[in-house]
């Protein structure tokens, strides 16, 4: 990683335009090209690894991103003044039940929202590490295992979880009522607030004779009705904001955009970008390693649901469900696609629910993550278990340690066998999907 941030600060691309024609000599490509060092760059050579045209097309399917799919769910998916709601919802610690927990304190701006956690802490200790959230408005299901079928309705689980924040519904539509900066910002999204007289001060639906679960069952179903129409409204804000959270060109962006590049001063700067560890790396994911089979699309994640068998952190066999107990739970979710707080009651998302099915090859597999910006989101997989993306690919090639073959085990994860120059080679690789930080705006707290 070192290398690769000192060659980005050593040369950024705007400062490469006065290459002049030390550099069209890169216009026509194949093969291995050199030419002399930028500037500031002593003795590097600008060396581009064959591509060819299969690979270009696959490239051309990674990189660059565009814009997030839209979510016709969330009336106010794209619009500005639910995204400023959301961000301050974001930051916001009264959502929690004592007040002291944000979505932030899990989600660190600083850590392209992940938290460095193998597995994240609120209130409590939960079982799962912490994704980024930096693209996560391309993910279709939510969570690791896609309990959630929308980035709103996402939302709500945390804030009532009673391990991460362990707020309620009910609280959190008086907050909004009795916060007179945070009532304008939603009355000016939604409309008015419901009247709440009557209602308790905490309620939230659960199982079982705790004090929430027994203050929301005496509610009425209309109040019930208008405190979850505030609450999805919430989550819509909160989606708005985190579809906001997307990042500039990483080098790889750059690099695919130089290699497709007619113009050679401009595709010298940004093949510049990519050293070839970094390009062997990227011929490797997507050529012999087979990582692109699940690791693809502009977010790199067919969205999809793999068992490559990790083992969880307690060690032992894996005894959790994954996937397929999470089919039922998006099917029963109130706040679903196909729910009365959707905005779109049919479509696309809508359809994906009517489709699934619990089936047993489901059992133990989770969602493919996105691969943007992996380097600054350690440890990884779902409890965190690997320290680093060393440990990762150590263990795609060697598969030590991998827990036994699940139910319906697909065969699809092999052991690579990898070189140690192969190895950093993908590590390389990986470290150019680092992107431009989101826009301060929506990046920090509000001030
Ligand atoms: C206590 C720590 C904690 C807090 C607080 C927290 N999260 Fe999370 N978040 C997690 C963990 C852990 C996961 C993964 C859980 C899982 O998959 O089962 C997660 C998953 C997510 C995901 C899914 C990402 C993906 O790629 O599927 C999103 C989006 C998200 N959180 C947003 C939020 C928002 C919005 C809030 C505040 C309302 C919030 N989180 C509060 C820990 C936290
Ligand atoms: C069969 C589908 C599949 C293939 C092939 C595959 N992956 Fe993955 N990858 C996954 C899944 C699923 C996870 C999450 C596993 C978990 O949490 O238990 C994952 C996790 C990761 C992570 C951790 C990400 C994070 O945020 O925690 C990295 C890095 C990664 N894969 C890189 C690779 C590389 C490099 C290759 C090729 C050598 C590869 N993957 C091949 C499906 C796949």
Known sequence: MGRLRARLSAAPVAGLACLGPLVLGLAARGGLRESPAPAGREGAAVEVVEFDERERAILARLSPLGAPPADPTNAVADDLAAARLGRRLFFEKRLSGKGEIHCAHCHDPERAFSDGKQLSEGVGKTARNAPGLIGVAWQRWLFWDGRADTLWAQALHPIEHPLEMDGDR?????????????????????????????????????????????????????????????FSNVGKAVAAYERRLI??????????????????????????????????????????????????????????FHDVQVRPLSGGERTESMRLGAVRKVLGDPFNAAGPYSDAREGAAVEHLTFLAAQSESWGAVRTPGLRNVALTAPYMEQGQFADLAAVLRFYSTREGAAPAGHHQEKVVKPLNLTPEELGDLQSFLLSLTEEPPPEEWRLPPP
Not at 182 to 187: A, M, V
């Open 247 to 304: 990042g500039g060109p990483s080098p790889f962006d750059r690099f695919v955009r130089g290699l497709s590049s007619p113009d050679p001063k401009a595709s010298a700067g940004d093949l510049a970008l990519l050293d070839p560890s970094a390009q062997r790396g990227l011929k490797l994911f997507i050529g012999k390693a087979g990582c692109r089979q699940c690791h693809t699309g502009p977010s790199f994640s067919d969205g999809e």
């Open 170 to 230: 009910v609280a959190v539509a008086r907050l909004l009522e009795r916060d007179p900066e945070l009532r304008d910002l939603y009355e000016g999204v939604f409309g008015s607030l419901p009247e709440m007289d009557g209602w308790p001060e905490h309620a939230r639906p659960e199982e079982g004779e705790g004090a929430l679960g027994r203050a929301w069952r005496a509610m009425t179903p209309g109040e019930q009705e208008l405190a979850n129409r505030v």
